[in-house]
């Protein structure tokens, strides 16, 4: 079985090459909308957690909008300082970013003073996946530290088809994945 430093370094670069290969036009129309069997797991009033997407990864913008216009709360991760644990704050501008500002990571995040939330949902972003619901993220573990601190939390993965693999190599210390939803399919719930 291939080791999660290895596995890591060739999805960041199968991830690259297939974002990159998407016209922007195309990639306008992705995520947009969370297919119905996905909504259907979501609780009516659910405190949406999503994410600020780095370059490649696969965008949450559009779900941000949706969930937004269907009158859910939102919220985005937030550090205070690169040692600090992640936490979630209120975004309320999902259409502007008004209320986001750079975080420690280079990120776009929550302002200080807005309000501190704890998702019922999370989708998180991927550099891979099984169809076991297993996901390999950037290897710093804050989502899997934050989501064993909130076990009532269902996460649901979002990525690119191209980031499917056999097997995800995992550990104690990572966490599952309620399901995982790609531009064309969306796997599970698990």
């Not at 490649?56 to 009158?71: I, L, M, V």
């Not at 309000?115 to 950037?138: K, M, W």
């Amino acid at each position: 079985m291939i080791d999660k430093a290895t596995l890591r370094t060739q999805m960041r670069s199968a991830r690259r090459e297939h974002a990159d290969s998407i016209p922007e036009t195309v990639r306008a129309l992705l995520f947009k909308r969370p297919p119905a069997p996905l909504l259907a797991m979501i609780p009516e009033g659910a405190v949406i957690g999503l994410y600020h997407a780095a370059q490649h990864e696969a965008p949450a913008h559009g779900y941000a909008r949706f969930f937004s216009e269907e009158n859910f709360t939102i919220a985005l991760p937030r550090f205070d300082g690169p040692d600090s644990t992640m936490q979630f704050a209120a975004y309320t501008d999902p259409f502007g970013d008004t209320d986001l500002e750079k975080g420690g990571y280079g990120l776009m995040q929550p302002a200080a003073d807005a309000t501190a939330l704890i998702p019922d949902v999370l989708f998180v972003p991927l550099l891979a996946f099984d169809e076991r619901g297993s996901r390999l993220g950037q290897g710093g573990g804050h989502y899997d530290r934050w989501l064993a601190d909130h076990p009532g939390t269902m996460a649901i993965g979002m990525g690119w088809d191209c980031q499917l693999v056999d097997t995800v190599p995992t550990e104690n210390h990572d966490m599952p994945l309620a399901a995982i939803v790609t531009p064309t399919r969306m796997y599970g719930p698990f």
